[in-house]
């Protein structure tokens, strides 16, 4: 049996990723519909985190962190407390100990998102690319 007080110290979140069209949104509703784990719909969380590491438009934008005498490690460490937090209390809400995120282009972000969140769980969704642009089609005419 799982030691539930190792899960409340280091959580450890699913990522769910895959094309649009390819059953990620099912499998959340899945997932969420477990009564120890929830996941919102698409947040595109690691889009934001990953907006940290660069300043736009601006010739220091990528050393931002060093006028404050922070490492990247450092940066990572708080970008997680605090998006972690977010989805945790998102769960507690729910009166689930489990997070996750259900955005399919989260795909682009898991070296940041496994360096945030050393216990990340991902799930990939492959669906056949003929049946993925079926359902798009139909989805969007």
Avoid at 108 to 127: C, K, N, S, T
Wanted: aromatic share 10%; net charge neutral; hydrophobic share 45%.
């Amino acid at each position: 049996m799982p030691d539930d007080s190792a899960s409340a110290v280091t959580p450890r979140p699913i990522f769910i990723v895959g094309a649009n069209g390819s059953g990620t949104t099912l499998l959340r509703l899945m997932l969420d519909s477990h009564e120890h784990i929830a996941i919102p719909p698409e947040t595109g969380v690691m889009r934001l985190a990953a907006v940290h590491q660069w300043v736009p438009y601006w010739d220091l934008g990528d050393r931002w962190a060093e006028s404050l005498e922070l490492s990247e490690a450092e940066v990572t460490a708080k970008l997680a407390d605090f998006y972690g937090e977010l989805f945790a209390s998102y769960a507690a809400r729910r009166g689930k100990q489990r997070w996750g995120d259900k955005t399919p282009f989260n795909v682009w972000h898991l070296d940041l998102a496994a360096q945030m969140f050393p216990e990340l769980q991902v799930i990939g969704i492959v669906r056949h690319p003929a049946a993925v642009v079926a359902s798009l089609r139909r989805r969007f005419r």
